[in-house]
């Protein structure tokens, strides 16, 4: 007999209140009953929904990587409550971490930092290192209090496909795959962490996200090298580093000219979809009036665009097209986490 379907429940937590609501307390008590089974779930942060499991929990932690059909090299982010949990999980709590952590959690950015005796081999991929982060998200951080333990959990969704920014997405993507859901609503960011490696020097940029290399040269007080590859070429110290990732179903093109090629594919018959932050300009409404263009039109900020893209990218998936195409942002600091999905989305 199939596995049913996870329960899919709504957490809510109005601003203006002191305290969670009784039924979203119920939902993060059950969550963290699951948790603590060894089972896996499904939690909202201010980035993408991640696959929650117990960190230390080896078992439980393969079992994330069953669900995701996630290769066991790809290593896991450990998101913790606190600054205290996760100077607890590390060997050694480099100064660089320490001021990241001080100025930009709770938020968007993980630290690659030594690992300590806690973490099992699953969760770092054999390496040596440990990518540790506080999200934003409070009731998630809520879940780890409650829990009293660490959780490793990367994006909710199958392996190298566009990562969820709704409970919808998930449950799309992952289906009875996993034992719950907590639905917290849209991420506010909607792309993954920056990753920062704090055991080199200077400190290196694995993954581009929503913290800035400005933001962290800010916080640092001190230059940070923007380069992303993993500096060690036999293991990779942070997710995102596959050259292929973040991809939708249907093939996706970062063409030089975006309306000449919208123009070419739709003279050859194609359905195409187009993310486009001109669609007020006159080749773009010129082309919208063919009835096999679907545009999606892009905010004009990075933050913004960063919201919306994964969304847009999982609508146009539904839409039975031939091609997505995008227009690629300009090679700036502000928009180096988006160009940085892109690319790999775009990849072969």
């Known amino acids: ?88 999980l590390a060997a050694d709590w480099p100064a660089v971490a320490n001021r990241v952590a001080t100025a930009l959690w709770p938020g968007p950015v993980t630290v690659v930092v030594p690992r300590g005796p806690r973490i099992p081999d699953v969760v770092t991929a054999g390496g040596a290192t440990v990518a540790l982060r506080c999200p934003a998200h409070r009731l998630t951080r809520l879940v780890i209090e409650k829990l009293g333990a660490p959780l490793a959990a990367p994006s909710a969704n199958r392996s190298l496909t566009v990562s969820p920014t709704t409970a919808a997405h998930v449950l799309d993507s992952l289906g009875n795959r996993i034992d719950l859901i907590l639905d917290g609503g849209p991420c506010a960011r909607g792309i993954e962490s920056t990753v920062v490696d704090c055991t080199v020097e200077p400190p290196l940029v694995l993954r581009p996200g929503p913290v800035t290399i400005a933001q962290l ?40 000219h975006p309306a000449d090629r919208v123009a070419a594919l739709l003279a050859a018959g194609k359905r195409v979809g187009w993310l486009t ?71 072969a």
């Not at 329960?7 to 809510?12: A, K, Q, S």
């Not at 919306?308 to 502000?334: E, F, G, N």
């Open 217 to 256: 040269e800010q916080a640092l007080s001190a230059s940070v090298d923007p380069h992303r590859e993993t500096p060690d070429a036999g293991l990779a110290r942070s997710p995102g580093q596959l050259a292929r990732h973040y991809a939708p179903r249907t093939p996706l093109e970062l063409p030089a």
């Open 1 to 88: 007999m199939p596995r049913p379907l996870p329960d899919v429940l709504p957490i809510r937590w109005p601003e203006e209140a002191p305290a969670p609501p009784p039924a979203t307390l119920a939902a993060l008590d059950r969550a963290v009953d699951v948790l603590r089974g060894g089972g896996v779930v499904a939690v909202p942060t201010e980035t993408v929904y991640g696959l929650a499991a117990l960190a230390t929990d080896a078992d439980a932690v393969e079992r994330i990587f069953a669900a995701k059909g996630r290769p066991a090299t790809n290593p896991l982010i450990v998101h913790v409550a606190d600054i205290a949990m996760a100077r607890s």
């Open 277 to 347: 932050a001109t669609a007020d300009a006159p080749d773009t409404r010129r082309l919208a009036a063919s009835r096999d263009l679907v545009i999606v039109p892009m905010p004009t900020d990075p933050d913004a665009y960063a919201a919306m893209l994964y969304a847009a990218l999982h609508a146009l998936d539904k839409r039975d097209l031939a091609t997505i195409v995008v227009d690629l942002p300009a090679d700036t600091d502000a928009w180096r986490a988006v160009r940085d999905r892109l690319t790999r989305a775009a990849s």
